[in-house]
């Protein structure tokens, strides 16, 4: 069992920066990757980036290559999305979640635990 809490949501400018924080309990957290997802009003679910359980790969959307980095600390059982150079269009609820396998996909089905989210605006 995995529980996941995100935060470091808000509101910023564009082109500005923010940095979401995931934390997660559970003695198994290095063995799962982890997964940031986004939903803006009306929209589905989007896969934004995920990380490997040792850190060492990460992939991510069109929409979040160049801007957005995502890492993590195994010992503090937290996982991080830096996201600069933030667009009106980056506007949503992100979401951490949490896949056990070592061949993590960008299907929110895949993953078996989530985060509540956490708000992110960007104004013009």
């Known amino acids: 069992q995995v529980q996941l809490v995100e935060s470091g949501g808000g509101s910023v400018q564009a082109g500005g920066s923010l940095r979401l924080s995931c934390a997660a309990s559970g003695r198994t957290f290095s063995s799962y990757a982890m997964g940031w997802f986004r939903q803006a009003p009306g929209k589905e679910r989007e896969f934004v980036g995920v990380i490997k359980w040792n850190g060492g790969t990460t992939y991510y959307a069109d929409s979040a290559k160049g801007r957005f980095t995502i890492s993590r600390d195994n010992a503090k059982n937290t996982v991080y999305l830096q996201m600069n150079s933030l667009k009106p269009e980056d506007t949503a609820v992100y979401y951490c979640?949490?896949?056990?396998?070592?061949?993590?996909?960008?299907?929110?089905?895949?993953?078996?635990?989530w985060g509540q989210g956490t708000q992110v605006t960007v104004s013009p």
């Open positions: 979640a949490a896949d056990n396998t070592a061949r993590p996909t960008g299907r929110a089905n895949d993953y078996d635990y």
